[in-house]
């Protein structure tokens, strides 16, 4: 459901709902979807596993196969009316490659899903618990620190039981690596920018997360290398020490280097880039996202248990200048923007988990998030786009700026395979309109949400019946015995479903064929499962996501927003390189600083370029200038031989506008009457009368040759 936004910008359409909030098309080279998101649900991520019932599965790419790190895990849908096990955590594998029925499935198509899991186990388990072990040394004097860690052979076994849980894996080097989460709070004495409030470390940095010091409690995140002895077991080596980053996302790149400004954003071993919140919902005000990277491959010392690793990252601080800044002070980082202005505001209450993921064939960062939680966890947020939905974001760059959020997956989507809300308690109203009634329960076994219509969903019309055994609703009995009520056999539990915890396989991402109604659009689509909580299962979704082509833009020094750097790149391929003396045309490596120019306009200040203008080229060694009738060099200043008017060649677009990697243009100037063109000959670059396709070029965007989008 898309419509244009307020500013009337033709190119751009974005989410109604998304626009009661504000514009959120106010600057188009942002760039949002063209049309609604065409969500599907898909396959049961779980079909043919032994396990009954699980949930998260952070993914990351190790040993040729995406591993999958799953929270609390039911062997059975008697588990949560069992004794809690102290390690309930899975791991499982998923093919790299995308199996070709999903294509099938995801179009409509008859083909059926295919099992796509492989479960780490026994043949006497449904799943084999992923254990923690760790350097800490213990004894019956010195006991491990929580309730459920056992001291074996004079160490200790840190317990992975209910929600503490895997955050994130990665790989560096050959090695994988897990990142978990305990839920503790680091006691006093406090250091790192840290203060002690009550007995606790508190981070007063950390946003405005909160309004009482256990909200912004610093809590140990485990950092471990998977044991070469077994897959299942981990060894914690460092401790994060931290509040921002207590709900995190995580991915490796190719590259990503502040210093030189140097990133490569393709799945690689260069570097650990990780995205944090202060937690998964507010007690008020925002819950701001922080960015970090850390350099790999870590570096690991010591062998067996006895292991520790370097951990030394490296924050995101803001931008000055419109550029990024950084600080290896936890205590400076600052969050992130969207671009409505300087500081990130996150319009909902939950975030809960928060996926991250650079899509290489929309040249985009995707953010996946919020969704909904359980009843006994608190009333359903009402100040979401579309309530209990999953909402999607992108950015050009990993620090943003963030478009507005876009309702990638609601509850509908999935209604067939999520129990149905269950009626409203007697006098419980969780939107505070004073009602004394829900808007989220309005009607037994309905959902209502803001901006659309009352949809009834019932236990006879296609919701499932949710698993039949389920803990007490309340959180004081939740989730252990004796409170778990077991119910007679087809009976279903009255707790609704929930969509949490979004997660993007980003090797089975599919590219797919321009739109026909909308030609000037890049498109993908993205697979991604969710946790659904009752029945307890991860469904797997597709997302197709279209984009239009942006407009090239003049620079504009005081404006961050149209500071862009551009390669002058002709049809053929290389980019125009601007070295000492003369510039040549044989530019093949788009990280250099010699292949970037910026544009700016002779006359009238615009914003968007556009062909017949005046334009200036300036590079790192000044502004482009003809000199005589053919030859090459630089300007310190802004001359009539340096201004080029921009001559459409192939429009890729609309009429006029340039967009960037689609319009083609000639560089024009007149000399003594007659039209001379800036002209490709060989690696040479020189200004030539003859008007063939020697003189076509693009301005692009860190792309190499060999990119299939490139802008």
Known sequence: MHALSSSGNPSCACDVDCEKLGDCCEDKHTVCPVNALNTKNLCPLLQGAAMYGTDLGFNFINGGKVNVLFG?????????????????????TLPIARPATLATVASGGS???????????????????????????????????????TCEAGRCVYALGWIRTPLAGFTSGSDAFAIFTRGDQRACPCSGGFTCVGGICVDPSSGSYGVTPVNRAVTNIEIARRSTAARTTYVRGAQFVTNKFANLSARTVTAFNHTTGVHNFAEGNGALLMWGRAGFKTESG????????????????GTGNDISIAWNPTYYAGLVGGQPTWTTVQANAKPLTTNAGATYWDDVSRPSQTNVTWIPKLKKWVMLYSGDVPDWFGPTPDDQPRSGAIHFRMADNPWGPWSPPV????????????????????????????DGVSDSYETPGSWVFPFEPLVQYNWTNGCVAGDLNRPRQDIFSFPFPPYCATRAA?????????????NVIPSWTEELPVSATQPYTRA???????????????RLISTVVELPEPQATYYQAANPTYQHKY??????????????????????????????????????ATTDIQTTHVV???????????????????????????????????????????????????????????ARYLRKSGSTLQVSSTLDTNVDFKLTWNCAPTDTVCR
């Open 72 to 92: 609390d895990t039911w062997s059975s849908a008697n588990t949560p009316c069992e004794l809690p096990p102290n390690n309930d955590d899975a791991q499982a």
């Open 111 to 149: 083909g059926t899903c295919p099992t796509l899991l492989t479960v780490d186990k026994t043949p006497a388990n449904t799943f084999t618990p992923i254990r923690l072990e760790t350097n800490q040394v213990c004894s019956w004097l010195q006991p491990c620190p929580y309730f459920g860690d």
């Open 286 to 301: 925002e819950l701001p996202v922080f960015f970090m990277y850390h350099p790999l491959p870590l570096t690991v010392t």
């Open 407 to 434: 309702p990638a997956l609601d509850r509908f989507t999935v209604a067939t395979d999520m129990a149905c809300d269950r009626p409203e308690p007697a006098g419980f109203d969780d939107d505070n309109d004073g």
């Open 490 to 502: 087809g009976t279903p539990s009255l707790e609704r479903g929930n969509l949490y915890s979004p």
């Open 524 to 538: 993908a689509n993205l697979y991604w499962y969710v946790s659904t909580w009752n029945p307890y299962k991860v």
């Open 567 to 604: 390669q002058v790149r002709h049809t053929a391929g290389s980019m125009i390189r601007a070295v000492a003396g003369a510039p040549v045309i044989d530019g093949n490596t788009p990280s250099n600083a010699d292949v970037k120019f910026t544009i700016e306009r002779e006359g009238a």
């Open 616 to 674: 200036y080229l300036k590079s790192t060694k000044g502004y482009l200038l003809r000199s005589g009738s053919s030859a090459l060099v630089y300007s310190a200043t802004k001359v009539a031989n340096a201004q080029w008017t921009l001559v459409l060649r192939s429009s890729g677009g609309p009429s006029n506008t340039v967009l960037v990697g689609k319009t083609v243009v000639a560089f024009r100037q007149t000399v003594s009457g007659s």
